[in-house]
């Protein structure tokens, strides 16, 4: 069964840039692995200038999700990236949480 893997952000006006840098990189990346069919981002802004950002990839199954975000993690080791500090120096909120589509 496919899975919906769905993030949303809140991310401050000042961190939008390098926000955006990263989430290229990311979306980069998964679109490279075993299993991925799809993505997509949605975008809007609030009443205070914060950008309120939904993504969304498509995985074949669990089992590959669960894959990506291994291959994501060892990504980030590699690299000496660290999201959760990121996400706190830069002051931007996550939901995230994993989907699977109704059928009829």
Not at 6 to 18: C, K, L, N, R, S
Not at 50 to 61: E, F, R, V
Not at 79 to 102: C, H, P, V
Request: glycine residues 2%.
């Amino acid at each position: 069964m496919k899975q919906i893997f769905i993030d949303q952000f809140i991310v401050p006006a000042t961190a939008q840039h390098e926000f955006k840098e990263r989430m290229k990189i990311n979306r980069d990346f998964i679109k490279t692995l075993d299993g991925f069919i799809e993505d997509r981002v949605y975008e809007r802004h609030d009443e205070q200038g914060n950008l309120i950002c939904i993504t969304t990839a498509i995985w074949q199954n669990e089992d590959v999700l669960q894959k990506a975000k291994e291959a994501v993690q060892q990504l980030y080791q590699q690299r000496g990236f660290d999201m959760k500090a990121m996400l706190q120096r830069l002051n931007i909120s996550m939901e995230r949480n994993t989907y699977q589509a109704i059928t009829d």
